[in-house]
Every structure is written in structure tokens, then in C-alpha cells.
Nanobody, 122 residues
């Protein structure tokens, strides 16, 4: 396992923006969210090496995942937020994903952060 450190949660009004940060060294990184009483859902991921990105349909066009290699940090920029985005957001680092893989799934991620609360008020 590797160390995963998240930051950046908070409360904003609907339509607002938040940016989450995840410090991970040279791994494919994914963001997942879990609302009360619901299962953990995939949000977005960015590959390492390379920069292929993947998004859940519910966030396409609103959220952007990116990486600053110099800072070993992955960002999740969330815009046009909706009350249904309210959840605990967790960052995770993948163990190993074959280069030929075209998708990523929760089973690929073995190191998890503690989670950060994101609340969108209506």
C-alpha cells in the first residue's frame, strides 16, 4: 500500500465549485464517493503513467480530474455542483493496472485515503 492524503472538502451552494486534492506518488488515482446509506460509487480516475482520464456519466462535463506531476498531486475540480453530489469523497491509488487496460474499476484500487466530506446545499 501507498500513502494517500486527501484535502479540500467543504460546503458550497448548488451551482458552486470545489477542488479536492490527493497526494499520491506515481500511481493511477481514482476518486470515489459514498452518500449516506448508499454504496461507494466511482467518480473519476487518471492513469499513471500517461494521463488517460475516466469519468462517471453523472459528472461528465462538470468534474475534471488532473495531475500535477511536480507536486505528486491529483486534483478533482468540481463545478456546477448539485445537491446529489453530497457525499464523502475518497481518493484511492491503484496497485497495478496493465497498460492495455481500457477501463478502471474499484477492484483496481488498494490504497485509500480517509475521505473528505463534500456538502452541496440547495
Amino acid at each position: 500500500q501507498v500513502q494517500v492524503v486527501e484535502s479540500g472538502g467543504g460546503t458550497v451552494q448548488a451551482g458552486g465549485s470545489l477542488r479536492l486534492s490527493c497526494a499520491v506518488f506515481e500511481r493511477t488515482v481514482g476518486w470515489f464517493c459514498q452518500a449516506p446509506g448508499k454504496e461507494r460509487d466511482f467518480v473519476a480516475a487518471i492513469r499513471w503513467p500517461g494521463s488517460n482520464t475516466y469519468y462517471a456519466n453523472s459528472v461528465k462535463g462538470r468534474f475534471t480530474i488532473s495531475r500535477d506531476n511536480a507536486k505528486n498531486t491529483v486534483y478533482l475540480q468540481m463545478t456546477s455542483q448539485k445537491p446529489e453530489d453530497t457525499a464523502v469523497y475518497c481518493c484511492a491509488a491503484a496497485d497495478y493496472i496493465p497498460p492495455e487496460a481500457t477501463t478502471v474499476g474499484i477492484h483496481d484500487f488498494g490504497s485509500w485515503g480517509q475521505g473528505t466530506q463534500v456538502t452541496i446545499s440547495s
